[in-house]
């Protein structure tokens, strides 16, 4: 596995993930329970969870899920305040790309609306630490299409976003599933034997344990470290748990009473030097007010991290009002989120590789893993609906 290319490994997992799908008496594909339905229970309600949810249901199968927050979602969430006029941008997950095809499926099953990521007028700048140059949009998407690769990411002037925020999607799934969710269940240990797997939770703080005949954990690795696991689990796994890498991510978001910069012939789309992503997620959203807001991957979010509200605010105001003159003035409130300080995610995406992927989601026992950790298209929604149907193949199948 080691001598295969990135490139390589996608193409594999695409082909594998495509096998999902068994048959075709619903929109995409109910998966045919065999050779009895089964009790499940899945942790985390994040996006692998929601998807393993609702296909095992439609298969027939008893399942329950338990998460820790108190929606439903994960790393898909969209801040709404505090923000004014319903303005509302993304605190994770928010560009579906044109090629990531189970995103886009679950998308369409539940008549949720798409429009453009990126707006198709006015320039985006390129900061180089001194200076701003305008260029054209065209030129930002495509030096996003040279950053992510074209297995990755597809054609970033072709990628979309969910009309009125990415968390229609995880809601939409959590709907159909309804009392299926239990919310504000933290687990903090598992069990298993030949017959069956336990969970051991805290729900209001009193101790509670779930019996089922199958456990999907799509617990972030990074968190789930601090469960106490089963004694069979293999020293690899439990080497991959312990180490495996998360990304450390910060945005900052700036609302203003008008959008100044569009006059200026600006989108309020900017790329730095550095690899900092300036947005303006309110373009589409009707109202005179805007918000843009900070992108900063590893490197950069670590001191965004370390500050306190206040100084994330001031630092991300000097900085923009460089690249924005005027962004001051028209300042009303900000808002901040570092994925990194979240209880229970501990980063923003893992760095997962081939060996760690096969092995990280291999099952123990009755016991299976997903989520976007365990798929090559870790970081994206499509990596965690991808790793959700392969834990689904796989549970439907077990004996």
């Not at 929109?27 to 009790?39: D, E, L, M, W």
């Not at 365990?374 to 790793?387: E, I, K, T, Y």
Request: net charge positive; proline share 5%.
């Amino acid at each position: 596995m080691s001598r295969v290319t990135r490139r390589q490994f996608l193409k594999r997992s695409a082909v594998a993930a495509a096998g999902v799908t068994l048959a075709q008496s619903n929109a995409f594909g109910a998966i045919t329970v065999r050779p009895a339905a089964k009790k499940i229970l899945i942790l985390g309600a994040g996006m692998a969870g929601l998807v393993a949810g609702y296909e095992l249901s439609q298969a027939g199968h008893d399942v329950t899920i338990l998460e820790t927050r108190m929606r439903p979602g994960g790393r898909v969430h969209t801040l709404r305040e505090p923000f004014s006029d319903g303005l509302y941008a993304e605190a994770g997950a928010a560009r579906i790309p044109d090629n990531h095809e189970f995103t886009l499926r679950y998308v369409k099953l539940f008549d949720l609306l798409l429009e453009p990521m990126y707006p198709t007028r006015l320039s985006a700048l390129r900061w180089d630490g001194k200076s701003a140059q305008e260029m054209p949009i065209e030129g930002f998407t495509k030096a996003l299409g040279e950053f992510f690769g074209s297995e990755l990411g597809g054609n970033p002037a072709r990628w979309s976003k969910i009309k009125g925020g990415t968390d229609l999607l995880p809601q939409a799934f959590a709907r159909r599933l309804a009392d299926k969710i239990h919310y504000g269940a933290q687990v903090v240990r598992l069990e298993q034997d030949a017959t069956s797997a336990r969970a051991i939770f805290l729900h209001a703080g009193t101790p509670q344990t779930f019996v089922a005949d199958r456990i999907l954990c799509t617990i972030p690795y990074s968190v789930l470290r601090n469960v106490d696991l089963p004694a069979t689990f293999s020293v690899r796994k439990r080497e991959i748990i312990s180490k495996l890498d998360y990304a450390s991510v910060s945005r900052v978001y700036l609302q203003t009473g008008r959008r100044f910069w569009e006059s200026k012939g600006l989108s309020g789309f900017a790329i730095t030097n550095d690899a900092v992503e300036i947005w303006q997620p309110t373009w589409s959203q009707p109202g005179p007010r805007g918000i843009l807001m900070t992108y900063n991957r590893p490197g950069q979010a670590e001191p965004i991290a370390n500050m306190k509200e206040a100084e994330r605010i001031s630092s991300t105001m000097a900085q923009l009002e460089k690249m924005y003159p005027g962004l001051r003035e028209n300042f009303e409130g900000a808002a901040s989120k570092c994925w990194i300080e979240d209880e229970w995610s501990r980063g923003a995406w893992a760095f997962v590789g081939p060996k760690d992927f096969m092995a990280g989601s291999s099952p123990e026992g009755r016991i299976h893993f997903a989520g976007e950790h365990l798929s090559p298209w870790s970081s994206w929604m499509q990596g965690a609906l991808d790793s959700g149907l392969r834990a689904v193949k796989e549970i439907s199948q077990a004996a």
